[in-house]
């Protein structure tokens, strides 16, 4: 195979958590030209390839956006234009996804390919339900089926007499057709007090895990209003569930909230967030852009203080002080202040150490450290890289107080473009939670989906702010803030949210 020849990659995206796809496969999105991807493939993926052609190619009963020969077709047709061909499959593309169809294809064709397996929905679903597949003493095998048609089941094409008897039975698709497996596997010898579990939703945190026994599943499943896309699990194991449940026993397990941080600095928020079982929205309300910056602010070195209020002013600072020649080193001697241990945590990634950082992160507080530290400020220089929205109360009390303040305006926020169809896909998502990291932030959303949106999220949802400045704006548009951390940071910001609403 030439560099220049196109090739297709049928990658396992993984039962539906994101974060389960393996390296392999991330390496293959990353370095994509085009992706087909399914329905149950997560969309959430597809960002680790933005400037590839995403082509949704999802299949559901009797609803199919492109026939299984199209998408042959389509895959033989790209690469052969040359370039990389990432068809991207829920699970793993040889269990259940026609993958195998896929791969015949492409080798009839001459088309070079690679299978990329991934964690299919039979093990990993289970697993997510606090069930072993395997387990000493109850199950030594376990065989994966298809339960989706009917007529296969009630004809024998799907042979249950062969495997119904020994091990756990992992049926795909098949929650329609319960009633029907339950029957038969009964009549061919199991006993009828079998466990069996259905797992719906399996990664996600809106899984959903109902247990009954061969008898009782079917009803038990209907009144819990179980959907597709779900597994069944038939066997002694099933029934660990209530033992190992550790996914549905987190305490923001299935709770929906709303993360309205600038995208790039949302990721700690939404992982610690996650990490607690939150179903996480991301509506970012803000885009953080580098301001030009035309002004001097002479040598850093000649000033007192570096006062730094966010992560944002530390990069934009020292991506500055690299256009200039300078680094960390032209710092010797000026004493840095911060806001917010993130902020801390930006500067020791720089080996350089932080001389004041106040207990709580306002403006106020800081003031009065520096005061507590200083004593006198008249004629200290102090140097302000801040937002153009950033407040005046720092520069205009320091310099009340005799000093001499440069503020450089280092980074510009924007509010994001926002859609109807985003909007409404906000309202219909029903969250318990919305949460604000800034006034930007909260004023942002309010101006974004409007104000009879806003009264429709207050139906469902509480308010968080991280701090009191961001709860003052919030509740100027309405929106009342019930949890505030003391500490306004975001592991004390995820805790007050747990304690608010979290499982205890």
Known sequence: MSASQGKVYLVGAGPGDAGLITVRGKECLEHADVIFYDSLANPA???????????????????????????NDLLVAHARAGKRVVRLKG???????RGGEEALALASA???????????????????????????????????????DEQALESGEVDLANISLHGTLVFYMSVKNLPIIARKIIAMGRDASTPVAVVSSGTFPKQRSVVGTLTDIHDKAVQAGVTPPAVVVIGEVAGLHDELAWFESLPLFGKKIVVTRARAQASELVRQLHDLGADIFEFPTIEVEPAKIDES?????????????????????FERLEELGCDARDLAGVKLC??????????HKRFLKVDLMPEKYVAEELMGALVAREGDLAGKRFLLPRADIARSFLPEELRKRGAEVKELVAYRTVVPRSTDERAEALLAYKPDLVTFTSSSTARNFYEMIGEERVACVKATAAFASIGPITAKTAEELGMHVTIQPETHDIPHFVDAIVDAIGRH
Request: no cysteine; aromatic share 8%.
């Open 45 to 71: 993926l597809l960002e680790y390839a933005p400037k590839a052609e995403h082509v949704f190619a999802g299949k559901a009963t009797d609803k199919h956006t492109l026939t299984q020969t199209e998408i």
């Open 91 to 97: 699970g793993d593309p040889f269990v259940f996804g």
């Open 110 to 148: 001459g088309v070079p390919f690679e299978i990329v397996p991934g964690v299919t929905a039979g093990i990993a679903a289970p697993a997510y339900a606090g069930i072993p597949v395997t387990h000493r003493g109850a199950s030594t095998s376990v065989t994966l089926i298809t339960g989706h």
């Open 297 to 317: 602010f002479g040598n850093i070195g000649d000033y007192d203080w570096v006062v730094l209020t966010s992560v944002n002013g530390v990069e934009m600072l």
């Open 338 to 347: 911060v806001i917010g241990s993130a902020t801390a945590e930006a500067l």
